[in-house]
């Protein structure tokens, strides 16, 4: 009795060692993905930290300390913080309950990648090519370890047709309103963009759950969309330039339920 009460006791002091550990490492892994946010939509390259308001060059100090710019005074973005904390939060679940086949740390990896991607395409909207490429290299090593190469290259090549195809089916919808109303608006719902991060988002989860990752982000973006033209419509302030939503951000939501929470399949399947 004594021994397995002071056996429980040590397993309580590694947990909780063990806890301050996966924090920490969820903070740098935040920091990390803030860094490329901040400093890859200026040349496609990771470079040296700028103040995000007044575009002066921040010293390592000052940014890694997460001190106020020093030339404009501009204290860092709310965007920063949140990503923190998320950081945080999202490291101590993966370590408390490691995504079954992933595990905790190519889930963190990937996490943090998802978090540099929906980032930018929420801040810029338009995903980054250098973010599809390091996707795409990501997506087929974790994808092979994770359902051998045959289904990694087929969830590709779905993901890659699927969007595509409404990708298409967007610019033929485009050119005939235009045609009809005799005016270009420019307007694109998706992007090619997005019909690249689909390809990745297919390595990643392969056939055939590529297609229930597709069905969730597609719903989850269908219905974000839905509520903000009707919160647009309440307000009057009804344009069709203002629904114009990003669409990464849904997709990589659709994976992340996929990879990070598979019991979503098994509900879907009944079992
Ligand atoms: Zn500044």
Request: some cysteine; proline content about 4%.
């Amino acid at each position: 009795m004594i021994r397995r009460n002071r056996a429980i006791a040590r397993i309580g002091i590694i947990s909780y060692m063990d806890l301050i550990f996966a924090g920490i490492i969820g903070f740098f892994a935040a920091m990390l993905a803030n860094y490329l946010a901040d400093t890859l939509p200026r040349g496609e390259r990771p470079g040296r930290p700028h103040c995000l308001d007044c575009e002066r060059e921040l010293t390592w100090q000052n940014y890694l300390t997460l001190a106020a710019c020093p030339h404009c005074h501009k204290r860092r973005s709310w965007r920063t913080f949140l990503t923190l904390g998320l950081g945080i939060a999202l490291s101590l679940w993966l370590w408390s309950a490691p995504p079954p086949k992933l595990g905790y740390w190519p889930g963190l990896l990937l996490l943090t990648y998802f978090a540099v991607v929906v980032i930018i395409d929420f801040e810029h909207r338009y995903i980054m090519m250098t973010t599809v490429l390091a996707g795409a290299m990501l997506g087929l090593i974790l994808g092979i370890f994770l359902h051998g190469w045959v289904n990694t290259l087929l969830g590709g090549l779905t993901g890659l047709g699927v969007m595509g195809a409404f990708y298409l089916l967007g610019l033929w919808f485009a050119r005939y309103r235009a045609r009809k109303r005799g005016i270009d608006d420019g307007e694109e719902a998706l992007g090619l963009g997005d019909v690249y991060l689909s390809t990745v988002l297919g390595l990643l989860l392969g056939w055939p759950h590529i297609l229930y990752g597709l069905f969730f982000g597609v719903l989850a973006g269908g219905l974000v969309s839905l509520l903000l033209i009707l919160g647009l419509a309440l307000m009057k302030r009804y344009q069709a330039m203002t629904v114009f939503t990003a669409y990464g951000p849904y997709l990589i939501f659709g994976a992340f339920l996929i990879l990070y929470t598979p019991q979503v399949l098994t509900i879907l399947s009944g079992r």
